[in-house]
């Protein structure tokens, strides 16, 4: 092994890299874009449904809706007030009860309750309101229902500390940042092949291992490098931060297994283009089954991705530990090996 | 111009052409891509619960259930399978319903066992009880005690995520293949210098771009068929639709053939399509975001396949609402055709490169 003939090597490639305008837009733009979506996204979960409500009499079952969990009611002095309220944009629906309900009711008659609702609310929202307000009828009106439920909460009980939304994409987010380096690996990988470069390499005192080894290091160190500036930013090392490393670190050797094997069964960089997206979206189905969760089930399994996803996201939201995540990094490692291993061995046949 | 070596030109670029990134990205880029938004954001900005249920017994509340629009309703075929979906989160509840359900809740006190996800919001947690409970009281035929009535304040109307990126699904499936395609394909014949072998036989500049721009504009319809088929959007109009497809696709094609004639490598296509991608793809943006002005989609020339597009397969319109931007499309497709013809003719052999 000639250290500084991979040195210089490597230095070439990050030339090569940096003169690629495609992959160096994609991988700041991606970045940048990475990071600022994880900002935008909201950082906390509303559990509750809010609700606006004017009562000048209120009935005392609908008064306990008010410290119900799961509702967070908000009573108005006037249905101008609690109108206006909804018009901005502050409620999506508001309950108006009349100033005489339980008199109507004590006589037997049917009182009129209003719902508004703003017209840009999700229909939902009125039907579960409507539904809502007519079981604290039929409840304050003494018809009670003969049905008791059982309940098992299945999983850990997060209720009260859900996990937001920017946070079940963070492992979306790190793994399609790392994964951009399949496509970068790959053709660097192809553009050395296509123009004849690696060959002329070859010509000098450098061997085939120590053309790939320098690719590889590049390109590890290109996706661990972003993996871990995203992290770091998006607060990702707040729980064992080696263990986050270590995965990022795995991930990192994956994907640019990836992209030798991905280099190694296609033509050009053009090739490298066209199928390296296709594995892209792949890859990153795992990802996306983290922020819709049920989507996936079992099948998800057989994405080597699944596994980064899973550590990524079990370490990160979920607080898991080096026995928790030591399986999925084991699996990661001999794909990765595979994947290298597959990729060099092709390649050396193919056309060096 | 002889329709015979057009159609001769089409077959071989067709069987012979090269199969290469553009067409994979072509076919599979707006189908996974339709499959994605219809999967994920027909649910994802929802904020409806989701109710599992093991019927055991054929009760009539799961039709009832399923009739409501405050939650989603799923139906399991074992308390294993309901069990595993709720660990998984596909539903936030999963009730199992006993034998002779129906019958107790008139009679006696009847238990259901619940299985609740975890991670389940604390709003669904308390709702989805009380529309388990209501539709159990519909199916009882208890008298509502109260008269409700629902009024909408404002004028905004709610448009689902899955709408308002269907714009640009539709037209990254139409607008990508229908482009690249045939500037691909003009491209690479003026890199390996093939359009010099094609210019020596009869077949004249025109009837080569013809071909080209025809097998762009078949791949860009049938993407536009499938992304919407995919989406479930062909609405009460489907022959509209297919005519502002097929119009869309044309457009497609020609700026493909002029991108085509004009370029000589495929990174400058590439650099361009990032470029360009804006003035293509910015009617999508105005449809994901009703904030902005609607005039501002005017200015850009896809408006006018978005448009009609989404008047048909999501507002329900008819032809008669769509023809004055079909007509502006027309438009649009035969000054395009023009500008065409007049690069066939006058753009020389030496800028085509056909002699290197």
Same mark, same amino acid.
């Given at each position: 092994?000639?250290?500084?003939?991979?040195?210089?090597?490597?230095?070439?490639?990050?030339?090569?890299?940096?003169?690629?305008?495609?992959?160096?837009?994609?991988?700041?733009?991606?970045?940048?874009?990475?990071?600022?979506?994880?900002?935008?996204?909201?950082?906390?979960?509303?559990?509750?449904?809010?609700?606006?409500?004017?009562?000048?009499?209120?009935?005392?079952?609908?008064?306990?809706?008010?410290?119900?969990?799961?509702?967070?009611?908000?009573?108005?002095?006037?249905?101008?007030?609690?109108?206006?309220?909804?018009?901005?944009?502050?409620?999506? !629906?508001?309950?108006?009860?009349?100033?005489?309900?339980?008199?109507?009711?004590?006589?037997?008659?049917?009182?009129?309750?209003?719902?508004?609702?703003?017209?840009?609310?999700?229909?939902?929202?009125?039907?579960?309101?409507?539904?809502?307000?007519?079981?604290? *009828?039929?409840?304050?009106?003494?018809?009670?229902?003969?049905?008791?439920?059982?309940?098992?909460?299945?999983?850990?009980?997060?209720?009260?500390?859900?996990?937001?939304?920017?946070?079940?994409?963070?492992?979306?987010?790190?793994?399609?940042?790392?994964?951009?380096?399949?496509?970068?690996?790959?053709?660097?990988?192809?553009?050395?092949?296509?123009?004849?470069?690696?060959?002329?390499?070859?010509?000098?005192?450098?061997?085939?291992?120590?053309?790939?080894?320098?690719?590889?290091?590049?390109?590890?160190?290109?996706?661990?490098?972003?993996?871990?500036?995203?992290?770091?930013?998006?607060?990702?090392?707040?729980?064992?931060?080696?263990?986050?490393?270590?995965?990022?670190?795995?991930? *990192?050797?994956?994907?640019?297994?990836?992209?030798?094997?991905?280099?190694?069964?296609?033509?050009?960089?053009?090739?490298?283009?066209?199928?390296?997206?296709?594995?892209?979206?792949?890859? !990153?189905?795992?990802?996306?089954?983290?922020?819709?969760?049920?989507?996936?089930?079992?099948?998800?399994?057989?994405?080597? *991705?699944?596994?980064?996803?899973?550590?990524?996201?079990?370490?990160?939201?979920?607080?898991?530990?080096?026995?928790?995540?030591?399986?999925?990094?084991?699996?990661?490692?001999?794909? *990765?090996?595979?994947?290298?291993?597959?990729?060099?061995?092709?390649?050396?046949?193919?056309?060096? | 111009?002889?329709?015979?070596?057009?159609?001769?030109?089409?077959?071989?670029?067709?069987?012979?052409?090269?199969?290469?990134?553009?067409?994979?990205?072509?076919?599979?880029?707006?189908?996974?891509?339709?499959?994605?938004?219809?999967?994920?954001?027909?649910?994802?900005?929802?904020?409806?619960?989701?109710?599992?249920?093991?019927?055991?017994?054929?009760?009539?509340?799961?039709?009832?259930?399923?009739?409501?629009?405050?939650?989603?309703?799923?139906?399991?075929?074992?308390?294993?399978?309901?069990?595993?979906? #709720?660990?998984?989160?596909?539903?936030?509840?999963? $009730?199992?319903?006993?034998?002779?359900?129906?019958?107790?809740?008139?009679?006696? #006190?009847?238990?259901?066992?619940?299985?609740?996800?975890?991670?389940?919001?604390?709003?669904?947690?308390?709702?989805?009880?009380?529309?388990?409970?209501?539709?159990?009281?519909?199916?009882?035929?208890?008298?509502?005690?109260?008269? $409700?009535?629902?009024?909408?304040?404002?004028?905004?109307?709610?448009?689902?995520?899955?709408?308002?990126?269907?714009?640009?699904?539709?037209?990254?499936? #139409?607008?990508?293949?229908?482009?690249?395609?045939?500037?691909?394909?003009?491209?690479?014949?003026?890199?390996?210098?093939?359009?010099?072998?094609?210019?020596?036989?009869?077949?004249?500049?025109?009837?080569?771009?013809?071909?080209?721009?025809?097998?762009?504009?078949?791949?860009?319809?049938?993407?536009?068929?499938?992304?919407?088929? $995919?989406?479930?959007?062909?609405?009460?109009?489907?022959?509209?639709?297919?005519?502002?497809?097929?119009?869309?696709?044309?457009?497609?094609?020609?700026?493909?053939? #002029?991108?085509?004639?004009?370029?000589?490598?495929?990174?400058?296509?590439?650099?361009?399509?990032?470029?360009?991608?804006?003035?293509?793809?910015?009617?999508?943006?105005?449809?994901?975001?009703?904030?902005?002005?609607?005039?501002?989609?005017?200015?850009?020339?896809?408006?006018?396949?978005?448009?009609?597009?989404?008047?048909?397969?999501?507002?329900?319109?008819?032809?008669?609402?769509?023809?004055?931007?079909?007509?502006?499309?027309?438009?649009?497709?035969?000054?395009?055709?023009?500008?065409?013809?007049?690069?066939?003719?006058?753009?020389?052999?030496?800028?085509?490169?056909?002699?290197?």
């Amino acid at each position: 092994m000639n250290t500084r003939n991979i040195r210089a090597l490597m230095r070439k490639d990050i030339a090569l890299f940096i003169n690629n305008r495609f992959y160096m837009l994609l991988t700041v733009i991606g970045l940048v874009c990475y990071i600022g979506l994880y900002f935008v996204l909201p950082s906390n979960v509303d559990e509750n449904l809010s609700l606006a409500m004017y009562a000048p009499e209120m009935p005392p079952v609908f008064n306990q809706l008010t410290s119900q969990p799961g509702t967070a009611v908000q009573i108005f002095s006037s249905e101008t007030g609690l109108k206006q309220s909804i018009l901005d944009g502050n409620y999506q !629906a508001g309950v108006v009860l009349p100033s005489d309900i339980m008199e109507i009711w004590n006589h037997g008659g049917i009182p009129v309750i209003t719902v508004y609702y703003n017209s840009g609310a999700p229909p939902e929202v009125t039907t579960a309101i409507v539904a809502l307000v007519k079981e604290l *009828s039929y409840a304050q009106t003494g018809q009670v229902l003969q049905f008791d439920t059982t309940g098992e909460v299945l999983g850990n009980d997060l209720l009260g500390a859900q996990i937001p939304l920017r946070d079940r994409m963070r492992p979306l987010l790190v793994v399609f940042i790392l994964l951009m380096e399949t496509l970068s690996v790959a053709s660097l990988i192809a553009v050395e092949i296509e123009q004849g470069t690696a060959r002329a390499i070859l010509t000098t005192p450098l061997k085939v291992s120590d053309l790939f080894l320098a690719k590889g290091i590049l390109g590890v160190g290109l996706a661990f490098g972003q993996g871990i500036l995203f992290m770091a930013l998006v607060g990702g090392f707040n729980h064992l931060p080696l263990l986050m490393l270590t995965t990022l670190l795995i991930g *990192s050797f994956m994907v640019v297994g990836i992209g030798f094997f991905l280099a190694s069964v296609t033509r050009d960089v053009m090739s490298v283009t066209g199928w390296g997206t296709l594995v892209l979206v792949l890859l !990153a189905i795992p990802g996306i089954g983290m922020i819709i969760p049920g989507l996936i089930s079992g099948w998800a399994k057989l994405i080597p *991705s699944y596994y980064l996803t899973d550590a990524v996201s079990r370490i990160a939201n979920y607080g898991a530990g080096w026995r928790d995540a030591i399986t999925n990094l084991g699996i990661l490692t001999g794909f *990765s090996i595979i994947m290298f291993w597959a990729g060099m061995v092709i390649l050396r046949r193919r056309y060096l | 111009m002889n329709l015979k070596r057009v159609w001769t030109l089409i077959k071989n670029d067709t069987i012979h052409g090269p199969k290469d990134a553009i067409l994979v990205m072509s076919v599979l880029t707006p189908i996974l891509l339709a499959l994605f938004m219809n999967l994920a954001f027909g649910n994802i900005f929802t904020d409806r619960g989701k109710l599992g249920i093991y019927d055991v017994d054929h009760s009539e509340l799961p039709g009832i259930l399923t009739s409501s629009t405050s939650i989603i309703v799923k139906s399991y075929d074992s308390e294993s399978e309901l069990k595993s979906a #709720v660990s998984r989160g596909s539903v936030d509840m999963g $009730i199992v319903l006993p034998v002779n359900f129906d019958a107790t809740v008139n009679t006696g #006190v009847v238990n259901i066992k619940a299985y609740v996800w975890g991670e389940s919001l604390a709003k669904n947690r308390a709702l989805i009880p009380v529309v388990l409970a209501d539709s159990i009281r519909e199916m009882s035929g208890s008298i509502l005690p109260v008269k $409700i009535d629902t009024v909408a304040l404002g004028d905004e109307s709610n448009v689902p995520w899955s709408s308002r990126l269907m714009p640009l699904t539709v037209l990254l499936s #139409v607008f990508f293949g229908g482009i690249m395609m045939p500037a691909g394909s003009l491209i690479h014949e003026k890199q390996k210098h093939t359009l010099e072998a094609l210019n020596i036989t009869r077949a004249t500049i025109s009837e080569i771009f013809l071909a080209k721009g025809v097998i762009g504009a078949v791949l860009a319809i049938i993407m536009g068929l499938l992304t919407l088929t $995919i989406s479930g959007g062909f609405g009460s109009s489907p022959f509209a639709l297919i005519l502002v497809l097929v119009l869309g696709a044309v457009m497609a094609s020609e700026i493909g053939l #002029v991108a085509g004639a004009l370029i000589n490598d495929m990174n400058t296509l590439f650099a361009i399509w990032k470029f360009g991608g804006f003035l293509l793809f910015g009617p999508a943006i105005v449809f994901m975001f009703p904030q902005i002005p609607a005039w501002i989609g005017y200015i850009f020339p896809t408006f006018y396949v978005v448009k009609p597009v989404m008047d048909i397969s999501v507002n329900g319109l008819g032809f008669n609402a769509i023809i004055l931007n079909v007509t502006i499309l027309g438009g649009i497709v035969v000054v395009m055709g023009a500008l065409i013809t007049g690069i066939t003719h006058h753009l020389s052999t030496q800028s085509l490169q056909l002699h290197g």
